[in-house]
Nanobody, 116 residues
Framework: QVQIVESGGGVVQTGESLILSCVAS????????MGWYRQAPGNQRELVAK???????YYSSSIAGRFTISRDNAKNTTYLQMNGLKPEDTAVYYC??????????WGQGTQVTVSS
């Protein structure tokens, strides 16, 4: 079992920055990939950024060049640095861990609101 806790959300103005943190605990040795997702009201949950065990990184085209995902393995923490925030980035941001056996664990989410 893996437990996921996100933090760092808040209310910011257009153009400002936020950094989200995702702390994993439990059987973290089984974690393969870590990803950040978001869900805006009325929309489906979408993948924002993902870091694979190999070190490869995926970014959604909607945030590429503005967001950066990083991982501190010693702290079992994955970060999402968000720069140049836009109102359309407003959403609940979720962190998810995919484990080698193929399980998926999600956090409760953290709200990011960008005002114009």
């Amino acid at each position: 079992q893996v437990q996921i806790v996100e933090s760092g959300g808040g209310v910011v103005q257009t153009g400002e920055s936020l950094i989200l943190s995702c702390v994993a605990s439990g059987d973290t040795s089984t974690i393969n990939d870590m990803g950040w997702y978001r869900q805006a009201p009325g929309n489906q949950r979408e993948l924002v950024a993902k870091m694979f065990r190999s070190g490869a990184i995926y970014y959604s085209s909607s945030i590429a060049g503005r967001f950066t995902i990083s991982r501190d393995n010693a702290k079992n923490t994955t970060y999402l640095q968000m720069n140049g925030l836009k109102p359309e980035d407003t959403a609940v941001y979720y962190c998810a861990a995919q484990t080698l056996p193929g399980n998926e664990y999600w956090g409760q989410g953290t709200q990011v609101t960008v005002s114009s």
